[in-house]
């Protein structure tokens, strides 16, 4: 809109000598009327001193009667004049344009130009109106600025949307591959390896976590520039956090012969409140790059407190080393995006140039600061501030302390505890281990029938038992619903759950959970936690748990620690033998259905079944099935299907070795052949050769076993199958797994492991 081309005129007619004007007009009329009546008044007196005779009188008083109704007629008009006169100017001149001035500038007030006074009056009622005509056009001009603003923000918005989705994207199909290389590689260094091998696969370990550390710190940039990342605001012990620092670091110190040195101040509070994770990604960052950057001398990590104001709590802390060092300039460029000291830095040392970024814009949202100071030559210190709060550790009631000497048969007795756990399995085995320790237990599936049981009238539990991920209604949403009729002193829960990160516990407590247990289940820690929120009902009496049950012997399982699983289970082989059994019937199949919904595009379902299959293999210790189904369950989880589809056949062919183990089992098989023939009719000779084909790795084994399949599936339909389709595939390990059951069967003794 082009702009006035002249500023408002100033007034050159005032109102006020207007409404001067208009008056003393007005008022000419009635001064006319008083005017003649005074010289009427005059003219009778001068009359009347005349001694007028009788017809002179009633002359003079037509004259005075035509005279008042003139001087009525006139005073009236004049009176009339003035009134209309009067309001024309009110009402036309002055009340519509005050009106028009009042809605324009309503309008104004909320934001809308409106329309142009077009007031050209050359008095202060015209002035006022081309002032704010002048305003409108300014208000103008700003509208179509903003809208231009708007528009760009939304784009410069829009664009940064691009570039997270691009780096998700990208970082998704690097993830991809690289969470197959971490994966496998992982399962190979738990299996035996020459010892170059292992130290070739190790070198490709710590590269893959390398690049999987870069791709994080992109992806963590991007979420801070976006305004993506939000902070735990947890419990936290500071002793864990130097802890995990420690771990880390001491050992890259110890390769490169350097000096490291923890200086922590005891006056700080064993528990703080804020995000434990930032926190050691920060301290770990400036650590690494002291390490990094460091050849010779030491690395000084010091921290100490200073309580805030607003109870809070402020941490300084120092990462000194005597390493390169910087000058001025390159500290200025210091903490710019993608930018190191100089190029032959990054050339020399290596890295992307966003970690210190990463810790400054961390600091930030801690609401702390971070600066460094650098000599060339002599090393650089980086110190930096965050607030954060007096922690707490975690609640208890009580200060019970169990001693695992105390943990006996009867520790929970008289307890009704109610256990919502949807793995029938995993039911069974707590069910079981409950109600060994006195308790009396009531299982429910799912968080829906844990709802309803304590809804029940005639129900009253001491405690709920809580599993996280559950059909229907998960035991956060459960908790929740039954807080809202019991507190948490009135009914206890506690979660159950195989992840066992801070930040689920955290969860699980701002669900209304009074207390966390990580799967496996460890019986001395149950009963602690249980006895912390509920005291037993009954006198605890009776023996130590036994750690042995019965003389059953269970057969030697290959890829299980059944002393390890014994020992979980309170030393009960019978409940070991089982909960083995059961799996062997309701867990065969578990791989493939897990492949079956990822096939069907249900990643959810997916991920709680691998979950699921992940706490029944910690149970058992089955190492190699619960890092598979964990690796699974961990892609799904970060919402990597593709990399899931990777790394199933790990877990698949994990399934397979576990199935076969499980077949060394003694008693029914599943899906076994009754009618088949006795074992002494199995052809023990052929199987023998056949076993010695497989540990040769020969290809003869194909045929040595079709000259034997017809026997074999007489016998055992299921076992043959798995062993036809082993041979099929070349598994000669498998195949070798799938040996170890039908030599048992022949009544062969079987000593020699599977490599």
């Given at each position: 809109?082009?702009?006035?081309?002249?500023?408002?005129?100033?007034?050159?007619?005032?109102?006020?000598?207007?409404?001067?004007?208009?008056?003393?007009?007005?008022?000419?009329p009635?001064?006319?009327?008083?005017?003649?009546?005074?010289?009427?008044?005059?003219?009778?007196?001068?009359?009347?001193?005349?001694?007028?005779?009788?017809?002179?009188?009633?002359?003079?008083?037509?004259?005075?009667?035509?005279?008042?109704?003139?001087?009525?007629?006139?005073?009236?008009?004049?009176?009339?004049?003035?009134?209309?006169?009067?309001?024309?100017?009110?009402?036309?001149?002055?009340?519509?344009?005050?009106?028009?001035?009042?809605?324009?500038?309503?309008?104004?007030?909320?934001?809308?130009?409106?329309?142009?006074?077009?007031?050209?009056?050359?008095?202060?009622?015209?002035?006022?109106?081309?002032?704010?005509?002048?305003?409108?056009?300014?208000?103008?001009?700003?509208?179509?600025k903003?809208?231009?603003?708007?528009?760009?923000?939304?784009a410069?918005?829009?664009?940064?949307?691009?570039?997270?989705?691009?780096?998700?994207?990208?970082?998704?199909?690097?993830?991809?591959?690289?969470?197959?290389?971490?994966?496998?590689?992982?399962?190979?260094?738990?299996?035996?390896?020459?010892?170059?091998?292992?130290?070739?696969?190790?070198?490709?370990?710590?590269?893959?976590?390398?690049?999987?550390?870069?791709?994080?710190?992109?992806?963590d940039?991007?979420?801070?520039?976006?305004?993506?990342?939000?902070?735990?605001?947890?419990?936290?012990?500071?002793?864990?956090?130097?802890?995990?620092?420690?771990?880390?670091?001491?050992?890259?110190?110890?390769?490169?012969?350097?000096?490291?040195?923890?200086?922590?101040?005891?006056?700080?509070?064993?528990?703080?409140?804020?995000?434990?994770?930032?926190?050691?990604?920060?301290?770990?960052?400036?650590?690494?790059?002291?390490?990094?950057?460091?050849?010779?001398?030491?690395?000084?990590?010091?921290?100490?407190?200073?309580?805030?104001?607003d109870?809070?709590?402020?941490?300084?802390?120092?990462?000194?080393?005597?390493?390169?060092?910087?000058t001025?300039?390159?500290?200025?460029?210091l903490?710019?995006?993608?930018?190191?000291?100089?190029?032959?830095t990054?050339?020399?040392?290596?890295?992307?140039?966003?970690?210190?970024?990463?810790?400054?814009?961390?600091?930030?949202?801690?609401?702390?600061?971070?600066?460094?100071?650098?000599?060339?030559?002599?090393?650089?210190t980086?110190?930096?501030?965050?607030?954060?709060?007096?922690?707490?550790?975690?609640?208890?009631?009580?200060?019970?302390?169990?001693?695992?000497?105390?943990?006996?048969?009867?520790?929970?007795?008289?307890?009704?505890?109610?256990?919502?756990?949807?793995?029938?399995?995993?039911?069974?085995?707590e069910?079981?281990?409950?109600?060994?320790?006195?308790?009396?237990?009531?299982?429910?599936?799912?968080?829906?029938?844990?709802?309803?049981a304590?809804?029940?009238?005639?129900?009253?539990?001491?405690?709920?038992?809580?599993?996280?991920?559950?059909?229907?209604?998960?035991?956060?949403?459960?908790?929740?619903?039954?807080?809202?009729?019991?507190?948490?002193?009135?009914?206890p829960?506690?979660?159950?759950?195989?992840?066992?990160?801070?930040?689920?516990?955290?969860?699980?407590?701002?669900?209304?959970?009074?207390?966390?247990?990580?799967?496996?289940?460890?019986?001395?820690?149950?009963?602690?936690t249980?006895?912390?929120?509920?005291?037993?009902?009954?006198?605890?009496k009776?023996?130590?748990?036994?750690?042995?049950?019965?003389?059953?012997?269970?057969?030697?399982?290959?890829?299980?620690?059944?002393?390890?699983?014994?020992?979980?289970?309170?030393?009960?082989?019978?409940?070991?033998?089982?909960?083995?059994?059961?799996?062997r019937?309701?867990?065969?199949?578990?791989?493939?259905?897990?492949?079956?919904?990822?096939?069907?595009?249900?990643?959810?379902?997916?991920?709680?079944?691998?979950?699921?299959?992940?706490?029944?293999?910690?149970?058992?210790?089955?190492?190699?099935?619960?890092?598979?189904?964990?690796?699974?369950?961990?892609?799904?989880?970060?919402?990597?299907?593709?990399?899931?589809?990777?790394?199933?056949?790990?877990?698949?062919?994990?399934m397979?070795?576990?199935?076969?183990?499980?077949?060394?089992?003694?008693?029914?098989?599943?899906?076994?052949?009754?009618?088949?023939?006795?074992?002494?009719?199995?052809?023990?000779?052929?199987?023998?050769?056949?076993?010695?084909?497989?540990?040769?790795?020969?290809?003869?084994?194909?045929?040595?076993?079709?000259?034997?399949?017809?026997?074999?599936?007489?016998?055992d339909?299921?076992?043959?199958?798995?062993?036809?389709?082993?041979?099929?595939?070349?598994?000669?390990?498998?195949?070798?797994?799938?040996?170890?059951?039908?030599?048992?069967?022949?009544?062969?003794?079987v000593?020699?492991?599977?490599?």
């Amino acid at each position: 809109m082009p702009a006035p081309s002249t500023a408002p005129s100033q007034a050159t007619h005032s109102i006020t000598t207007q409404l001067r004007l208009a008056i003393l007009a007005l008022l000419l009329p009635l001064l006319l009327t008083a005017g003649l009546a005074i010289w009427g008044y005059q003219y009778v007196l001068q009359r009347l001193a005349s001694q007028p005779d009788a017809r002179q009188l009633a002359a003079l008083l037509r004259l005075l009667d035509q005279g008042s109704a003139v001087l009525c007629f006139v005073a009236l008009s004049g009176l009339l004049l003035t009134l209309g006169v009067a309001y024309y100017y009110v009402e036309r001149v002055l009340g519509s344009r005050l009106r028009q001035l009042a809605r324009a500038m309503q309008q104004m007030q909320q934001g809308e130009p409106g329309q142009a006074l077009a007031d050209t009056h050359p008095d202060e009622l015209g002035c006022m109106a081309q002032s704010l005509d002048a305003f409108r056009h300014v208000m103008l001009q700003l509208n179509e600025k903003t809208d231009a603003l708007h528009m760009a923000k939304e784009a410069s918005e829009a664009a940064t949307r691009a570039k997270s989705d691009f780096l998700a994207n990208m970082s998704h199909e690097i993830r991809t591959p690289l969470t197959a290389v971490l994966g496998y590689t992982h399962l190979t260094l738990d299996s035996s390896l020459q010892p170059e091998q292992r130290e070739n696969l190790q070198k490709v370990d710590a590269a893959a976590k390398t690049l999987l550390g870069v791709i994080n710190d992109i992806l963590d940039f991007s979420k801070i520039e976006a305004g993506k990342l939000v902070l735990e605001n947890v419990s936290f012990a500071l002793s864990d956090v130097i802890r995990n620092l420690e771990d880390i670091i001491r050992m890259q110190a110890a390769q490169k012969k350097l000096m490291l040195t923890l200086d922590i101040d005891p006056s700080i509070p064993s528990w703080l409140r804020g995000d434990p994770l930032r926190l050691g990604q920060i301290l770990l960052n400036l650590s690494n790059n002291a390490l990094k950057f460091t050849e010779h001398g030491q690395v000084r990590i010091a921290i100490h407190g200073q309580p805030g104001p607003d109870q809070g709590y402020t941490l300084h802390c120092a990462v000194s080393d005597t390493g390169i060092g910087m000058t001025p300039a390159q500290v200025d460029r210091l903490f710019q995006s993608f930018s190191q000291a100089d190029t032959s830095t990054t050339r020399r040392f290596g890295g992307s140039g966003l970690g210190l970024v990463i810790c400054r814009q961390l600091v930030q949202l801690m609401h702390g600061e971070i600066r460094v100071t650098s000599v060339p030559g002599e090393g650089s210190t980086f110190r930096f501030s965050v607030r954060l709060h007096p922690g707490e550790p975690p609640a208890s009631p009580a200060d019970t302390q169990l001693a695992p000497s105390l943990i006996h048969d009867q520790a929970l007795a008289g307890l009704y505890l109610l256990l919502a756990e949807d793995n029938e399995l995993l039911q069974e085995f707590e069910c079981h281990l409950l109600r060994s320790l006195g308790a009396r237990v009531e299982a429910v599936s799912n968080g829906q029938q844990a709802i309803a049981a304590t809804r029940h009238p005639n129900k009253r539990f001491d405690a709920i038992l809580m599993d996280i991920q559950m059909p229907q209604i998960d035991g956060l949403l459960a908790t929740r619903h039954i807080r809202q009729q019991y507190s948490a002193s009135q009914l206890p829960i506690i979660a159950m759950t195989a992840h066992a990160m801070e930040s689920e516990r955290q969860r699980s407590l701002d669900a209304g959970m009074n207390d966390h247990l990580s799967k496996p289940i460890n019986p001395e820690a149950l009963v602690t936690t249980l006895l912390r929120w509920v005291a037993p009902k009954a006198a605890a009496k009776g023996k130590t748990m036994p750690i042995t049950e019965s003389p059953l012997t269970l057969p030697e399982l290959p890829g299980f620690d059944l002393q390890a699983a014994q020992q979980q289970l309170g030393g009960k082989t019978s409940l070991l033998y089982k909960l083995l059994l059961r799996m062997r019937q309701d867990y065969a199949q578990a791989a493939q259905q897990i492949q079956a919904t990822l096939d069907a595009g249900q990643p959810q379902e997916a991920m709680r079944l691998a979950h699921s299959l992940k706490g029944v293999a910690a149970t058992l210790h089955i190492a190699q099935l619960q890092k598979a189904a964990a690796s699974v369950e961990l892609a799904l989880a970060n919402g990597d299907s593709e990399g899931a589809d990777i790394l199933m056949p790990a877990l698949l062919r994990a399934m397979e070795e576990t199935n076969a183990s499980l077949a060394l089992l003694p008693g029914i098989q599943p899906a076994q052949n009754t009618e088949g023939a006795p074992a002494g009719s199995l052809p023990l000779a052929a199987l023998q050769t056949l076993d010695q084909l497989l540990r040769e790795r020969n290809i003869r084994a194909k045929r040595a076993y079709h000259e034997i399949a017809s026997q074999l599936d007489s016998y055992d339909t299921t076992a043959n199958q798995r062993l036809a389709d082993a041979l099929q595939a070349l598994d000669f390990i498998s195949a070798r797994h799938q040996m170890l059951y039908w030599l048992q069967q022949a009544g062969a003794p079987v000593d020699e492991p599977v490599r």
